[in-house]
């Protein structure tokens, strides 16, 4: 048998809660947002999930990703720029960063008839700058990297008087980001505990917290990130914002949920009023996308992903029984990194399974081996025969195969009557 890798240890922090939220943010500037907002953005529906039984607990879907631009972003942008001067709405804004704020920016604005630039590396991807010109924005291709792009983007806000838009943790952002707290309040009553992503600059965090403990400071709020940037576990470790988090992850999966900064004010509510921030890896992540897919028909991104995935990684034991609402933040996810995700995802979830075994060189060996899958009404998805293999003896072949297993008991059958089969069995890395 192959080795299996273990399984490194997640972290969670748990800090005590102030039933008053920050006076930083107030949540009669959240209710104003609410009403400013209320007709560029839906009301977004908080359904109740056919996962519950599966884990033990009501579970309710807040689906932001329904939102026009695929994300929750909308609700702070549209407030920010509902409340910018006439002078800087008629001058125009500029963005330079592809995430889903820059994508709320270009359509929002657009909406409100504010002039509104894109600044993107000559290399991004085509679909995503299509998107962005769908939206109604002016999109600039500049430099290789996003450093360039964001260094021409305030070269050109200086030279014309744009607003150079980026995300953070204004009061006015948090207050519209916060608006998602009283809809939960409104659409599920005795609510146990709300879910929701902590990545980026916490922006939805913090604002959502602000309302839901004001309405009723026994609902637990809980932050998850993921393990691989855990930029707020560590801001509260150490008792301070961080302003430099080292960390490489991959961009491209992560998208929103990577900043390398944590905002004095983000960090400041988030501290008085989250009980609770947890870490979950990649591949937990992976699983809840898979799980969206199947039982709320639905493909989100790993930020939309991150609450579901701690409830899968068994971070949040002291729910069982509760009634939860999980914030599903985003679905903004190219498709070519879907496919990617998906196949990563039924291998996590020991649906897909990769095996080698060594059968002898004679006729028939092959269509045994077959036959036998086909008894145990597996579905092969690829095949490798290699005859000549510096692992297999002489005489031997090494077979490579790819096969989908219904579900994981499925999976644990074939893996037993494969032992008894083949003593050369090789189940390979997930």
């Not at 689906?63 to 942008?77: I, M, P």
Request: charge should be neutral; hydrophobic fraction near 40%; charged fraction near 25%.
């Amino acid at each position: 048998m192959c080795p299996v890798k273990p399984i490194k240890k997640r972290v969670s922090v748990c800090t005590p809660v102030s039933n008053v939220p920050a006076e930083y943010l107030r949540f009669e500037d959240i209710s104003m947002a609410a009403l400013k907002i209320q007709s560029g953005v839906q009301k977004t529906p908080c359904t109740y999930s056919r996962l519950s039984k599966q884990y033990g607990m009501e579970i309710f879907m807040k689906k932001e990703h329904l939102n026009y631009t695929g994300s929750v972003k909308e609700r702070g942008v549209l407030h920010l720029l509902s409340s910018l001067t006439p002078e800087q709405q008629r001058k125009g804004v500029i963005v330079a960063t592809d995430c889903n704020f820059s994508l709320a920016v270009a359509y929002h604005a657009a909406e409100l008839r504010i002039p509104v630039f894109v600044i993107m590396p000559a290399n991004s991807s085509q679909s995503r700058l299509r998107m962005y010109r769908e939206y109604g924005a002016m999109v600039i291709s500049y430099g290789s990297t996003a450093h360039d792009s964001q260094s021409h983007a305030h070269h050109l806000a200086n030279e014309n008087g744009y607003l150079c838009l980026e995300e953070d943790d204004s009061a006015v952002y948090l207050a519209g980001l916060g608006t998602v707290g009283i809809e939960i309040y409104e659409q599920v009553p005795k609510l146990d505990a709300v879910i929701i992503p902590a990545g980026g600059q916490c922006g939805l965090l913090a604002g959502t917290a602000a309302a839901i403990k004001h309405l009723n400071p026994n609902i637990a709020v809980i932050g998850v990130e993921p393990e691989e940037f855990p930029l707020l576990l560590q801001s509260l470790k150490t008792d301070s914002p961080i302003k430099d988090l080292y960390g490489n992850p991959n961009r491209k999966l992560y998208r929103d949920l990577v900043e390398h900064s944590m905002g004095t004010n983000t960090f400041q509510i988030a501290k008085k009023l989250v009980n609770k921030v947890v870490s979950v890896r990649e591949e937990d992540a992976l699983v809840a996308m898979l799980r969206f897919q199947e039982y709320e028909r639905s493909m989100v991104d790993m930020e939309g992903a991150m609450g579901l995935a701690a409830i899968i990684a068994g971070l949040l034991p002291e729910l069982k029984g509760k009634r939860v609402t999980i914030v599903v933040s985003s679905a903004n996810m190219e498709l070519d990194l879907v496919r990617h995700c998906v196949d990563r995802a039924l291998f996590l979830d020991d649906r897909v399974s990769r095996f080698t075994v060594h059968i002898g060189e004679w006729p028939g060996e092959m269509a045994k081996l077959l036959d036998m899958l086909a008894r145990e009404d597996i579905r092969l998805l690829d095949v490798c025969h290699r005859r000549y293999s510096e692992k297999a003896d002489l005489f031997k072949a090494q077979v490579e195969c790819v096969v989908e297993t219904r579900d994981k008991t499925q999976n644990c059958q074939l893996r037993r009557t494969l032992s008894e089969r083949y003593p050369s069995l090789c189940w390979l890395d997930r």
